[in-house]
């Protein structure tokens, strides 16, 4: 007990390890996961206090106080309604006993330490993150531009039909609008990124 506790006063037990793809089903975060929906595991790191799960859909996060506690919070932040951003790879120096990628997942800052002889594996989450982050910045302003450009075609629609137009007409306007829009949210507010894990991950 009191090699744990110091442990964990001296920050020891925060140093993450790469869990490998075939124990991924011994961990906790495998029980939160959205199988029935093709969700799957593709990076995971656990301490000995917290699990960071990064799937296709969502990074799933197991927050515990310490590690000597069992308590834990779960925290699920889906890439369809969180952007990551400032993507970071910190490498060990002489003495260090780890290496650290920190980033920006909406509203939420991360730094997780990771064993330093993982180096090259955490490189490929790295990689990941980054490719992701692009895609979705790119996302972001094109929706933007989008409803900039749909907003001033209805404008000018209607100030072209001007008082002729009828409630059928301007109904019909407003539900080619909603459909247009609900297909380019779905498009550019992309909820799978398997595909980039899948390209960059070689553990």
């Given amino acids: 007990m009191f090699k744990k506790l110091a442990s964990d006063v001296m920050g020891l037990s925060d140093i993450g390890k790469i869990i490998e793809p075939k124990d991924y089903d011994k961990v906790d975060s495998d029980d939160y996961i959205l199988h029935e929906d093709g969700e799957k595991i593709f990076f995971l790191i656990k301490s000995k206090s917290d699990e960071y799960c990064f799937t296709n859909y969502a990074l799933i996060h197991l927050d515990g106080e310490s590690a000597v506690s069992s308590k834990r919070m779960l925290y699920r932040f889906t890439y369809k309604n969180n952007s990551f951003s400032n993507v970071l790879l910190e490498t060990a120096g002489n003495i260090d006993l780890d290496v650290e990628i920190k980033f920006s997942l909406g509203q939420r800052d991360y730094s997780i330490d990771v064993d330093r002889k ?30 900039q450009s749909v907003a001033a075609s209805v404008e000018t629609l209607q100030g072209s039909l001007g008082s002729n137009t009828n409630n059928g007409e301007f109904a019909q306007i407003n539900e080619y609008v909603f459909d247009w829009k609900s297909r380019k949210h779905k498009e550019l507010h992309r909820e799978d990124f398997g595909e980039v894990f899948e390209k960059f991950i070689h553990n």
Avoid: C, G, M, P
Wanted: no cysteine.
């Fill in 118 to 147: 993982q180096i090259e594996k955490l490189k490929d989450l790295y990689k990941s993150l980054v490719k992701i982050a692009s895609i979705q910045r790119t996302n972001e302003a094109n929706w933007e531009f989008a409803n």
